[in-house]
T-cell receptor, first 109, second 117 residues
Framework: GQNIDQPTEMTATEGAIVQINCTYQ??????LFWYQQHAGEAPTFLSY????GLEEKGRFSSFLSRSKGYSYLLLKELQMKDSASYLC??????????FGPGTRLSVLP | NAGVTQTPKFQVLKTGQSMTLQCAQD?????MSWYRQDPGMGLRLIHY???????DQGEVPNGYNVSRSTTEDFPLRLLSAAPSQTSVYFC????????????????FGPGTRLTVT
């Protein structure tokens, strides 16, 4: 079966660092994606991990451990515009993608 | 380059009506897919296509049909609308979903908000 878990909601303060976790169990694995989705808008691509380790892209970093079925998205120097939902998705190597339920992040001043 | 376009943006149907949600992409992507997004449930895959003439079912295909006669277009048909199909529908495309070496991010359309009464 396919199962992806993320915390439902998180709150953080402007300027802080927040880590959003994602655990997965899928029938296949060809990479893990993170997307950002602002309310009422479409998801947009943030990062992609296929090998273990940390990928850094500006204020955002993403980490993957394939042996543990675990990933996290790290957001540094939080800004108000980072208030959004963050979706974890696995390419299960079966020609489709499986999405987690998403984590709604609220950034407070 | 318009990316992924969807029409209509909003639609209200009565139970039992049928309609087609349109999706088109101009990036020459092989892979296209339809998702529905409901509160607390994330994106769930309805149908997908890995190329023209090839379609397959996703997690929640019942009540929906698709076809892929061209690379650019991937319409989603609701056969007989039900209130349970009230949702936001997203179409997405990707260069490929079957690469053995690498996977590719999906590009999403703006979505269609469908209400079935």
């Amino acid at each position: 079966g396919q199962n992806i878990d993320q915390p439902t909601e998180m709150t953080a303060t402007e300027g802080a660092i927040v880590q959003i976790n994602c655990t997965y169990q899928t029938s296949g694995f060809n990479g893990l994606f993170w997307y950002q989705q602002h309310a009422g808008e479409a998801p947009t691509f943030l990062s992609y991990n296929v090998l273990d380790g940390l990928e850094e892209k500006g204020r955002f970093s993403s980490f993957l451990s394939r042996s543990k079925g675990y990933s996290y998205l790290l957001l540094k120097e939080l800004q108000m515009k980072d208030s959004a939902s963050y979706l974890c998705a696995v390419d299960n190597y079966g020609q489709n993608f499986v999405f987690g339920p998403g984590t709604r992040l609220s950034v407070l001043p | 380059n318009a990316g992924v376009t969807q029409t209509p943006k909003f639609q209200v149907l009565k139970t039992g009506q049928s309609m087609t949600l349109q999706c088109a992409q101009d990036m020459n992507h092989e892979y296209m897919s339809w998702y529905r997004q409901d509160p607390g449930m994330g994106l769930r895959l309805i149908h997908y296509s890995v190329g023209a003439g090839i379609t397959d079912q996703g997690e929640v295909p019942n009540g929906y049909n698709v076809s892929r006669s061209t690379t650019e277009d991937f319409p989603l048909r609701l056969l007989s609308a039900a209130p349970s199909q009230t949702s936001v529908y997203f179409c997405a495309s990707s260069y490929s979903a079957t690469g053995a070496i690498s996977s590719y991010e999906q590009y999403f359309g703006p979505g269609t908000r469908l209400t079935v009464t």
